[in-house]
């Protein structure tokens, strides 16, 4: 392992044992809720579905066209609010 | 179903409050039910089944305890300390576990594949979102009793961290599915569809009515209310104006397009508001109120039902009408010898705004309230502003020599001000310009312009400490946005003239409603209109 892999490791240990990862979820959801990506995802996922027809996709299926879509939608300011509270995060946890 | 003309939209927002699609889907056209069960046969798949043995119950527990939600400080110290793909040691890529056997892979690079592969061990569980992934069928399966399971666990952990949805998403009721189920048709709103809108027949000086249930119509609680059969009557038969409505709301969003002639309203409203009755021109205003009245009367059997929920709002009811419109208006006295403040509350359904021109005196506004640029307003054009109306309105007053009162401080009757403020925001606030003035000496109708804004921000108006400062902390900043979104004007004189209102539809569409006749109209002409009934709606919404 690299450095960098390293240093997400760790640091994704430390977000989930101190419960922060799971409020990061949160935020982040309500956030995605909020602006209305989630919508845009579940109409584009209906599309899908409706384009292959229920008995012919599969959850993977929705992820793989899905994934790359639900990405690029994701408002800039809402990742910046993230790396935000990661990085206060990080800094009053500063032992890594 | 898109169409939300607010500006930003559905659902579930930080613990306190809750959004809501104030144009949603609207009820006749929500979405497919979830199959309960993808692979294969309505039985559930197979492989499941197999799982199903023995102690399978607890030990399901225990994985959604200690590696997917992890409520507790050690289950957490676990997770993060175990949960890594066994085969290439990455901790993310989608991180399954074995059902089987203990065994982390990841999804991502299939090394969870692998494994089923090589053990057949055929299901695995997702460790971020709970969901059960058979290798068989190739797919996420749905079965509900692990669903149950991996529900409550999640229960447990959020409880246990203080996080987590407090409000769950709606989802049909059985009943609902049956209904949804016998009636496959549905009606969707589209972006450039006209449903909703429709024109109303003039009964012969009913202009006042119309454009009022134009308003009402158009408030998207109000409409989702109706929408979704929520009203139980407990009135004899034809006598409701709930159920009137009601049907009304069916008439509006049916997709006709002809004009409604609405004359059992009329004559409902002819019943029980008497002092309307007749063919004689009417003020929209008061046909507002006495209808809000008789249909918060009629809504009796709505608020049985509220498991002694107690009411939010200073009328003390939990009927439909109440928990849109009815906001409180706090009223402080203060006494000018010993400045001891008595504060009383009361409900409101709208807002009566004095307008300069009038023969009581404008200007000037209290000390520091020269306008500024609160809501947008500028006052380069010299015109007085919504703002400015709601300045004055909320202003302290002198009472004066005559009218002492007996304060509760000092014990004796003294000179005190008065100052009106909003305790408690209704979610629909209605304005109301008094542009009909009938002192004893003259009547007649004020026509000076007043601009309104399509946002407002009523923080200036509030009884609470943010008021002075203007600031509110950023999370309750949305709870006192508003955003227009009906106006009634009148054109001519007191004592004859016409009622006409805008409405908004979808996000940014607005309609002239004129009787029977529906056009588009631009945001220009709404706000250049003279204004007599300004209804602006809560952009957010709390949780209640």
Known sequence: MNKDSQMRAAINQKLIEMGERERLKELLRAKLVECGWKDQMKAQCKDVIREKGLEHVTVEDLVVEITPKGRALVPDSVKKELLQRIRAFLAQHSTL | ?544
């Open chain 2, 1 to 544: 179903c898109n169409g939300a003309w607010l500006q930003r939209k559905q659902h579930t927002l930080q613990p306190t409050y809750y959004v809501m699609s104030l144009y949603p889907q609207i009820m006749f056209c929500f979405g497919r039910a979830r199959r309960s069960s993808r692979c294969g046969s309505p039985a559930g798949c197979s492989h499941v089944n197999a799982y199903k043995v023995d102690n399978w119950r607890p030990n399901l527990r225990v994985i959604y305890q200690c590696f997917v939600w992890s409520g507790s400080a050690e289950t957490r110290r676990r997770k993060a300390k175990s949960c890594i793909c066994h085969m290439c040691g990455a901790h993310l890529n989608r991180l399954h576990s074995c059902l089987y056997c203990v065994f982390f892979g990841c999804f991502t690079k299939k090394h969870i594949h692998e494994h089923a592969k090589n053990k057949r061990h055929n299901l695995a569980i997702d460790l971020l979102y709970g969901g059960i992934y058979c290798f068989v069928c190739q797919d996420y399966i749905y079965d509900k009793d692990m669903e149950q399971i991996a529900k409550e666990e999640q229960r447990k952990a959020w409880k246990l961290q203080g996080v987590g949805e407090k409000y769950s998403t709606w989802e049909p009721t059985k009943r609902e599915l049956d209904l949804l189920r016998h009636n496959p048709k549905r009606r969707k709103m589209t972006t450039n569809c006209t449903i909703g809108l429709r024109g109303l027949i003039n009964l012969g000086n009913t202009c006042f009515m119309n454009c009022i249930v134009q308003a009402l119509t158009h408030t998207p609680l109000l409409r989702d209310f109706f929408l979704s059969d929520r009203h139980k009557c407990e009135m004899q038969s034809n006598s409701c104006l709930v159920c009137e409505m009601s049907q009304l709301f069916q008439e509006f969003y049916s997709g006709h397009r002809s004009p409604h002639i609405p004359f059992r309203l009329l004559h409902l409203v002819w019943t029980h508001a008497r002092h309307l009755a007749g063919y004689e021109q009417q003020d929209a205003h008061e046909f507002l109120i006495a209808a809000l009245d008789v249909l918060h009367r009629h809504c009796k059997g709505d608020t049985t039902n509220d498991n002694g929920k107690k009411a939010n709002n200073p009328n003390h009811c939990n009927c439909i009408i109440d928990q849109i419109f009815t906001g409180g208006l706090q009223s402080d006295v203060t006494c000018q010898v010993c400045h001891g403040v008595s504060t009383t509350i009361d409900p409101f359904w709208d807002i009566s705004l004095d307008l300069p021109g009038s023969s009581t005196p404008f200007w000037p506004l209290s000390p520091g309230g020269d306008g500024g640029t609160v809501n947008g307003e500028s006052h380069l054009s010299g015109a007085t502003t919504l703002t400015d109306c709601l300045r004055r309105f909320t202003r302290p007053e002198h009472l004066g020599s005559s009218a002492k009162i007996k304060c509760g401080g000092c014990h004796s009757y003294q000179e005190s001000t008065k100052q009106l403020t909003m305790k408690k925001l209704p979610i629909v606030a209605c304005f109301h310009l008094k542009r009909f003035e009938h002192s004893a000496k003259l009547r007649r109708k004020i026509t000076t312009y007043v601009s309104f804004p399509l946002e407002l921000d009523m923080t200036p108006f509030m009884a609470s400490r943010w008021a002075s400062t203007n600031y509110l902390p950023p999370g309750l900043y949305v709870l006192v946005r508003y955003a227009l979104f009906a106006v009634v004007n009148h054109q001519g004189t007191l004592e004859s003239g016409h009622y006409t209102s805008f409405i908004r539809q979808h996000k940014d569409q607005w309609f002239k409603c004129d009787d029977a006749i529906i056009t588009k109209a631009s945001i220009k002409d709404v706000l250049d209109s003279e204004g007599y009934l300004l209804f602006y709606h809560k952009q957010f919404l709390e949780y209640e």
